[in-house]
């Protein structure tokens, strides 16, 4: 599951992709090895990955293997998510978290606090392309 944010905490809105991940802690841990950091560490971009934004479906790929793949029949984003990525060149922050993490609005904030450095989060600056 995914869910768009805009992180309007900063000088600029940081437009993030949050997803889950029921592949755990192993697939984690290959996207710290390829230079991913923990959540709320120093941001570096994946040259080899990127998000494919297509009218019927998201797509997460990295080194042309599909990490994650979803209907996006409901694509909203909040207001101001795509100006947000163009400002940083069309790339937003995916940050990978526990299956368990609640994507709602309502909880995401503060969960998100509570993960701050934890060794089950990845996160790293990934191009948006749309297709």
């Not at 991940?21 to 996207?31: E, F, K, M, R, V």
């Not at 941001?43 to 994650?68: C, K, N, T, Y």
């Not at 995916?94 to 989060?121: E, I, K, N, R």
């Amino acid at each position: 599951m995914y869910a768009k944010v805009l992180n309007d905490g900063g000088p600029l809105p940081v437009p993030m992709l949050l997803m889950t991940t029921s592949g755990g802690n192993p697939l984690i841990d290959q996207l710290r090895v390829r230079g991913w950091s923990p959540y709320a560490g120093h941001i570096r971009e994946d040259e080899g990955a990127e998000i494919r934004i297509m009218p019927d479906h998201l797509s997460v790929v990295i080194d042309e293997q599909v990490l994650f793949h979803d209907a996006d029949g409901d694509p909203r984003s909040p207001p101001g998510w795509g100006e947000a990525a163009s400002a940083f060149g069309d790339r937003v922050l995916v940050v990978m978290l526990p299956h368990d993490f609640p994507l709602t609005t309502d909880g995401a904030g503060a969960a998100l606090g509570d993960l701050v450095d934890s060794p089950t989060t990845a996160q790293c600056f990934v191009p948006v392309v749309h297709t």
